[in-house]
């Protein structure tokens, strides 16, 4: 569901990995649907992606093969469709979630497992939702959501399993982190602002971003898995980077420092965390300090296994669709074998 | 198997852990027998983790209950007890893997699964190994061996699931990153090893480390678990630190450069591997630059994912015990739920 950048992006990249998926991992991934808002393009005989890709471009649609009905919704579709995973790839509202909110919710009720790179709907209603799953049997993965191709949950729940996260901080948001990389380079914000959306890094409406609500939102799903804990976006404390002082940063250029949107949990007591978004002044031994440009890294402070960095992975529409196929990889490993 | 510094260091770690490895993932570790060299103590009765702990420690062994038996071998404990986990924590011989590599080899024959901190019997077997853990159904579980709490293994193979690792590289060990980095401050070769020797972060017989054959097993592990492939030691082109010359420590010094022991894979061909441990010199821009002392670190450089590195994870014996119990939880999950 959603045929937007992510969506194309997963629906090629699935092509691409289509030997490899099927060699190492025994899977081969079919579209049975690819839903917009209008309509959907169906595909009753199960043609290969490969087949798909070159009927949409070229619009070559045969009845009874590959078609396209306008109107025709997912939510009938879900209805109707024998369960498989549904892929939530509309754009992301955090305020009320929609439509993915819905679409999501209604997967999970008719037994379908669901990835998404749409946050909108886990920030809103993760609990809900993750229960759901559970009674359902079905999985609700969320790699796509938070950082993507950066591995955050995976390492937190997987590669941590064991220890105790005491601590997590992060720059999860590669919009801001271009446009500070940019400031510190002596370039003014409204400048670094324009750069960032003529490269198509920010977006035209730039405010979920810069006034750090996206990097809040990452560093509440993190930071609710970790903990198992049910914190709304009310519960974190959010300063984006749009009141920066040039003081500031002049400050921590000639200090050999750098200024970055940190992401941070901490936990403070058995019920108690302090979740905080802000900008914040590191130096060269913050394990942090070199993530540059649209770059992302994150820190896990943990009881038994020290303290663990991930830095990098792709930030663009791409990475997103890798961390979509390898959703659907953990659930078929898991559920299917 | 194994009462060395890992051995104990899982012991305590696994009591302290009770609580949260019953909460969080229903998991209760029981200890069937522990089994030195000498002997094994034998935990008829089941007792807690903390109860064993205890009688270890003030000699409080009661007949029927927990007991120690000179010369009782697992060997044959593994032909008549029902199989468990094998955590095997022998001292590691990475020219015969013995006595590891027999353990292993009886365990998942008798359709154990096991978890070890022995890179030995892995550097010397392990595609074998591989085959009899599959043809068993059983789980081979190394994270223990490969880097211990800096996730190598776990990223390669979950987080990056469908990406196609092209290039590796990685601070594996922290003994010679310890002395490099002292040497880097100024002091010389000989006494910054009897530093690491009094510190207990060198082996009196450091040769393994400084001369680059644990960095090599280790990428060997990471590397043929990567690729799919079946490489051995031989195909490793080994260099290790004793020979640096003070020439290029200090060229490095003044350039504000650092030199690290580094191990490289790097795929030249559907077919073709290379796989070097050499010392390297590398600059601030490097993801690993500011790896410094005892920690470790791994890049590894995808065709769908971009980039991603790990730095960090405890690195001493409670770090791989608690890689041995993050091993247990995965093989509890996937085989037990």
Redesign the interface.
């Known amino acids: 569901m959603g045929f937007g950048n992510v969506g194309r992006a997963f629906l090629s990249?699935v092509n691409?990995?289509e030997v490899?998926?099927k060699e190492?991992?025994g899977l081969d991934i079919r579209f049975v649907a690819i839903f917009r808002r209008d309509g959907a393009w169906v595909n009753s005989a199960l043609l290969s992606t490969g087949d798909i890709l070159e009927r949409i471009s070229s619009e070559n649609y045969s009845p009874k093969v590959f078609y396209w009905i306008t109107g025709f919704r997912l939510l009938e579709a879900l209805e109707s469709c024998e369960p498989g995973v549904l892929v939530e790839c509309t754009p992301s509202h955090i305020r009320d979630g929609e439509p993915g909110l819905t679409h999501i919710h209604k997967a999970l009720e008719r037994g379908w497992h669901v990835v998404t790179a749409n946050k909108g709907p886990l920030v809103m209603d993760f609990a809900r939702l993750k229960d759901k799953a559970k009674r359902n049997a079905v999985a609700l993965k969320i790699s796509g959501a938070a950082a993507a191709?950066?591995?955050t949950l995976?390492?937190a729940l997987?590669?941590?399993?064991?220890?105790?996260i005491l601590r997590i901080e992060g720059i999860l948001n590669g919009t801001t982190n271009f446009i500070l990389t940019r400031m510190k380079e002596g370039v003014g914000y409204d400048e670094a602002l324009k750069e960032a959306q003529a490269k198509g890094i920010a977006e035209t409406d730039p405010s979920l971003d810069v006034e750090g609500w996206d990097t809040a939102s990452k560093l509440l799903l993190i930071a609710n898995l970790c903990l198992?804990k049910n914190y709304s976006l009310d519960d974190v404390k959010v300063e984006g980077i749009t009141t920066i002082s040039p003081q500031l940063l002049q400050q921590g250029r000639e200090e050999g420092k750098a200024l970055k949107l940190l992401g941070t949990m901490e936990k403070q007591g058995e019920d108690e965390t302090r979740l905080v978004v802000a900008p914040g002044i590191i130096d060269?031994?913050h394990?942090l300090?070199?993530v540059e440009g649209t770059n992302k890294g994150i820190i896990f402070n943990t009881d038994?296994?020290?303290?663990?960095?991930?830095?990098?992975?792709?930030?663009d529409p791409?990475?997103a669709?890798?961390?979509l196929?390898?959703d659907i990889?953990?659930i078929y490993h898991?559920h299917f074998h």
Do not use: N, W
């Not at 997987?158 to 105790?164: D, I, P, R, V």
């Not at 038994?304 to 930030?315: D, H, L, Q, W």
């Open positions: 990249l691409e990995k490899l998926c190492r991992y191709a950066l591995p995976d390492v997987y590669s941590l399993a064991g220890a105790e198992q060269d031994s394990p300090f070199s038994s296994m020290g303290s663990v960095t991930v830095i990098g992975g792709k930030s791409r990475g669709a890798a961390a196929i390898k990889i953990h898991y």
